[in-house]
């Protein structure tokens, strides 16, 4: 047994503080925003933050009143010192969970392993199946009959924490990477913010690399 498989988690029972990562769209974003805006989710969006200055998702933010944060990666030295100025910002407001919506940027290892088990993702295949970037297309390529979309715990191994949720969807024979991803983003709409809930519902439980839903 590796040491991840002895640890423990159960995420907490309370009303959430989260900090919203997104480098684009912020269709994600914009979901579990709705979701709490409905009481679906108890939880507060205290900051979204971009590496992306025009990013389309930090304007949709500032036109739902919500705190935005841009650093630019050039200001920074190395992706260390960028990381540990986010990690500030984050440290700064008290944040419960980031949850990482289209954050076109790896995270450092530093980044990862400040906040444990407190970094959600949300990926647009049926991981451990096409980590990784165009993975709709890579899909199609495979010829695997089905994909979907993936919410897991982020660790600094890119795309592969602990599944929360996962949704399946068909792949048809006449599918582009555009149809297909279409279908992949209804379900990650719907999967995303049910991780959320469930997570400041106090009923995430990480043993090792299973999450149980209690
Ligand atoms: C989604 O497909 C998500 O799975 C991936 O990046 C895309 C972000 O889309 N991680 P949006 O900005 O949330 O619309």
């Known amino acids: ?9 159960l995420s907490p029972k309370k009303k959430g503080r989260i900090a919203i990562f997104l480098s684009g769209r912020g269709s994600n974003f914009k979901a579990i925003h709705d979701a709490i805006v409905a009481g679906f989710i108890n939880a507060d969006i205290v900051l979204v933050f971009s590496n992306k200055k025009e990013a389309p998702g930090i304007r949709i933010a500032q036109e739902r009143n ?22 500030e910002e984050i440290k700064k407001r008290n944040v419960d969970l980031i ?7 790896i995270l450092t290892d530093l980044f990862c392993n400040s906040f444990k088990n407190k970094i959600i993702n949300i990926h647009p295949a049926l991981l451990p ?27 600094a191994e890119v795309d592969m924490g602990p599944i929360i949720l996962q949704a399946a969807v068909p792949i048809l024979q006449d599918d582009t990477e555009e149809t297909l991803s279409e279908r992949i983003l209804k379900q990650e709409h719907k999967i995303y913010p049910e991780a959320v ?12 690399r299973r999450v149980f839903l209690r």
């Open 99 to 105: 949850c990482l919506a289209g954050y076109m940027k």
């Open 197 to 208: 809930k469930l997570y400041f519902e106090g009923r995430l439980e990480v043993r090792g």
């Open 129 to 155: 199946s096409f980590p990784g970037l165009h993975v709709q297309q890579k899909a199609i390529d495979w010829g695997v009959r089905y994909s979907g979309a993936t919410v897991h715990f982020v660790t």
């Open 66 to 87: 919500l705190e935005t944060l841009y650093l630019n990666p050039k200001d920074f030295p190395s992706k260390e010192a960028y990381d540990k100025a986010i990690i």
């Open 1 to 9: 047994m590796n040491k991840m498989s002895e640890d423990i988690f």
